[in-house]
């Protein structure tokens, strides 16, 4: 088993800036890729960032150009930098990583942080 504790969330005002953090409990397993989600009220859940561990990102459209995934590469944390908050980034974050044990991978889950993008 695997735990994701995240941090960093929380209410900021259009135009601003939050750094959220997750990390994974050690363990025999190596981590293969983290990445970051959101899930907005009345909405699915949906892919924001991710990262492979070997330097491969992948980021969701409507982030392009104002966030950053970081920290992955042999870490167990992962970091998202949100530049230029939209009211329409308020949601739910939630981490993912995907642990590795030989040829077996599992996925897990952060608890969430919210984030509210208001004035």
């Known amino acids: 088993q695997v735990q994701l504790v995240e941090s960093g969330g929380g209410l900021v005002q259009p135009g601003g800036s939050l750094r959220l953090s997750c990390t994974t409990s050690r363990g025999k397993f190596t981590i293969a890729a983290m990445g970051w989600y959101r899930q907005a009220p009345g909405k699915e859940r949906e892919l924001v960032a991710r990262?492979?561990?070997?330097?491969?990102?992948q980021y969701a459209d409507f982030v392009k150009g104002r966030f950053t995934i970081s920290g992955v590469n042999g870490g167990n944390t992962v970091y998202l930098q949100m530049n230029s908050l939209r009211p329409e980034d308020t949601a739910v974050y939630y981490c993912?990583?995907?642990?590795?044990?030989?040829?077996?991978?599992?996925?897990?889950w952060g608890q969430g942080t919210q984030v509210t993008v208001a004035s």
């Open positions: 993912n990583a995907d642990a590795r044990w030989g040829k077996v991978e599992r996925s897990y």
């Open positions: 990262s492979v561990n070997g330097g491969y990102t």
